[in-house]
């Protein structure tokens, strides 16, 4: 969203709390989720006759997992797929499984797929999608969709994320991969042993 906002020209960049040697101009906003106000702080480099570049940093509440999803055979059908769509193994050869992960007021159900062919290939109906987060935890309201990259490195993957409360697909869910982070890391699918990792999110590039 932050991105969006900030390359159709929708935000203020009249005043930089902080301007760099090569011309990078550093902004901070504010946005509010639930009952808290976080930080946003947004860079904006401009490159002669390439335009800006933005770089977006947030710094989210500690995530929380709830709630595992009952009927992934349900699940399945519901988005247009089967079952053996469903899973990723993790280091521990245990497949991961749907589960619902919560930041402050951001709650919503992550689904792992096998392939990038499942996950473009996922159909999502508005009440066939209430339905579902409401059988695996009624706080939950948007379902993000998340397979391994295979063009891409390691930890690197594609997602699509729907909320019923939309009208369409949202393209772009930057909270929801802090809560991808959280998932990974407490199905041991990461690798932490330097005390930190990284992963890499593309979002939405069959984008009906």
């Known amino acids: 969203m932050w ?10 960049f009249d005043k930089p ?8 101009e550093e902004f901070d906003f504010r946005q509010e989720l639930g009952d808290s106000i976080r930080t946003i702080k947004l860079s904006r480099k401009t490159t002669n006759g390439a335009g800006a570049e933005f770089t977006v940093v947030m710094r989210q509440a500690p995530p929380q997992a709830h709630n595992q999803h009952p009927d992934v055979s349900a699940l399945a059908e519901s988005i247009s797929l089967t079952s053996s769509d469903i899973g990723l193994l993790s280091k521990s050869s245990a497949s991961l499984v749907p589960q619902v992960m919560s930041i402050s007021t951001t709650r919503h159900l ?10 473009n290939a996922a159909a999502v109906q508005r009440d066939s999608l209430l339905k579902q987060l409401q059988l695996v935890d009624e706080k939950s309201y948007g379902l993000y969709l998340f397979t391994e990259d295979p063009e891409g490195e390691k930890y690197q993957y594609q997602a699509r994320f729907f909320s019923p409360g939309m009208s369409g697909e949202n393209p772009a869910a930057g909270s929801v991969v802090g809560l991808l982070s959280k998932y990974l890391f407490e199905h041991d699918y990461l690798d932490t042993s330097s005390g930190q990792d990284n992963i890499k999110v593309r979002q939405t590039l069959l984008l009906r």
Not at 3 to 12: C, E, N, Q, T, V
Request: glycine share 4%.
């Open 3 to 12: 991105w969006y906002l900030a390359s159709a020209g929708k935000l203020a």
């Open 110 to 119: 992550l689904v792992p797929l096998t392939t990038v062919k499942a996950l």
């Open 17 to 24: 709390v902080k301007v760099h040697p090569d011309a990078t």
